[in-house]
């Protein structure tokens, strides 16, 4: 039986079917990662490189509108059940219990307060990962070493890391000297992460990802370099970007309660 191709024998890339991403790369030998994503010790070529731009797309997070800060505030008072209650606060008023108004209008602002605050740090957290996703990168084309915008960056490109690097992508590590990687902006972690080569198990969780590279971490020490796995929103951080957006969709224990207060000071509302 023919034993697996070394990295060096791994077959260049070709122009042939779309390329399937692997779902645990980490799980794979560096010859058949290499063998997966159809590079080699040359990289890709610029043809390759392009026809894989326009299968993955750019490798960036998609941007945020900016929303100025009135309109997040306003938007704290488009709900049903706020207009319930200004309206209830208003009617209290006109009755002279004005106590009933005062704190109905204070619970009103207050919601819209929480709701300011939470939407702003959403949106804060969004633009430092899209920050984290932008840089200048070294890669290995067709043998040749290039510096790139990250953008550029597809499925396949052989990376190269040194110290300082924010990484540019999701990578898979094929040659390691002493590298160790500050993954603080994934699992919160704040001491360097040595990295290495050999595959490790495919059900991993992400910190035991030793012989990976995530998007948005730092280069500390060492040198190394890798196939890129995965690009843009298909990225780790991408996929946290991806949650962080929903955080304004999701209503807190205080908003829960308001509207539980809501429903039960309409329903008093009308059978009066």
Known sequence: MKPNPTASEAPR????????LHSAPHGLSVADVMASYRTGEQGLSETEASA??????SNELPPEPPRPAWQRFISQFRNLLIYVLI???VISAAMSHYVDAMVIFGVVVINAIVGYIQE??????????????????LVIRGGQKLTLDS?????????????????????????????????????GEAIPVAKQTAAIAASSVLAER????FMGTLVTAGSARGVVTQTGVATQIGQISRLVSQVALSQTPLQQQLANFART???KRVIS
């Open 87 to 89: 309206v209830s606060a």
């Open 151 to 187: 953008r550029n960056l597809v499925p396949g490109d052989l990376l190269v890391l040194q110290p300082g690097d924010r990484v540019s992508a999701d990578v898979r590590l094929v040659y390691s000297k002493d590298c160790q990687i500050n993954e603080s902006a994934l699992t």
């Open 52 to 57: 894989r731009v326009s299968q993955f797309g």
């Open 265 to 267: 000071l309409t329903w």
């Open 120 to 137: 702003g740090k959403a949106e804060d957290a969004l633009r430092a990962i899209m920050s984290m996703s932008r840089s200048r990168c």
């Open 13 to 20: 890339a070709s122009s042939g079917s779309p390329l399937g």
């Open 210 to 213: 030793s012989n990976m590279a």
